[in-house]
């Protein structure tokens, strides 16, 4: 496993991490969720991602118990929640957004599912405009003062906003954002490449990336049919199958049928190839995968060698490829 630090803090976490979204407490039982946690931190991943929403807090609920049971040393991994949605369905007015209250109170209720005593990373999920910079700033400060938190960051949110809550905290000696929690794939990529670009150096920002598979899309999966026991597959994510086979008016899917053949010319799936290059570019701190099966885990790790074999000629070619598709 390789290590990276989070932006320009001392933090170092593992280039891949692996997360719970739309997994852990939805499609796959307590014992799948154990024995992929367990698999992925003996290969040397030391950070888990989190989130209030996911499964309306099952999902951590689920790590909880199976970090418990695993009895993995605390200071052998990471673990993060995020906290903007509340658990949906139907979250009353105090239950949701950046106020206070409600960071504070999912600050307390991720800890209690997750079953620790302090988040690693803790997230502002998503910009809320109810709620002032200063209030969200002095929040989080309080929770790493408190010790419930070590680093707190954002996650979609506008580079100006970001930049707006570490000038904040800067002028009043508030410990700033840390981390942005963007989806970067492929397909998804202006983001990270040119809206953060000025603040990466200037705030010492690091980067925690999601979708790295466009929800499995660049795995080439879906280019005949959606199979039955894939995420699109399942009938509680029809919002997901829309969003993500009709991206761009099809054009996703589209650029995403290319993949494997040029996967092919570098001897590695569409997968590790899709993984190795969001690796390969160096803000990122680490890319999240997401996973139904260990033997997921076991092809998706190896795309590390395919980042550490390619070379500049090789990244050129699949840009141009890109580029064309
Ligand atoms: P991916 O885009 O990598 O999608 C993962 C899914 O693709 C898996 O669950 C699996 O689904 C399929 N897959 C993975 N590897 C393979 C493979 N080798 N072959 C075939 N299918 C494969 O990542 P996620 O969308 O899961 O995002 C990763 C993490 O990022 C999340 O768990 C979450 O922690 C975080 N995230 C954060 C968000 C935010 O707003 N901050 C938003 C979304 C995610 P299946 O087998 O079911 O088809």
Known sequence: MEY???????LKLS?????????????????????MLAYAHAQGVNFFDNAEVYAHGVAEEVM??????LALPRDSYCLSS?????????????????????LTDACHQAL??????????YYCHRPDEDTPVAEIVLTMDTLVRQGKVLYWGTSEWPAVLINAAAEFAHA???????????QYNMLHRERVEQEYAPIYNSLGLGITTWSPLASGLLTGKYAAKVPADSRLGQSDNAWLREAVLDAEGGAHARRAAALP?????????????????????PHVSTVILG?????QLEENLAALAVAQRLDAAAWQHIENNLAAS
């Open 172 to 182: 009043h000696h508030l410990i700033g954002p840390q981390m942005e929690q963007p």
């Open 291 to 295: 996973a139904s099966r260990i033997s």
């Open 15 to 35: 280039a891949l991490s692996f997360g719970a979204w739309v997994t852990f407490g939805r499609q796959v039982d307590q014992r799948a969720a154990r024995d």
């Open 4 to 10: 990276r630090r989070l932006g320009s803090s001392g």
């Open 112 to 121: 209690r599912r997750l079953r620790v005593d302090y988040l690693d990373l």
């Open 261 to 281: 053949a040029l996967a092919m010319e570098f001897e590695c799936s569409p997968a590790q190839l899709a993984i190795a290059w969001c690796l390969k570019n």
């Open 82 to 102: 995020k906290a903007y949605f509340g658990r949906l369905p139907d979250p009353a007015p105090t239950q949701r957004g950046l106020s206070r209250k409600h």
């Open 64 to 69: 909880g118990a199976a970090l418990h049971e």
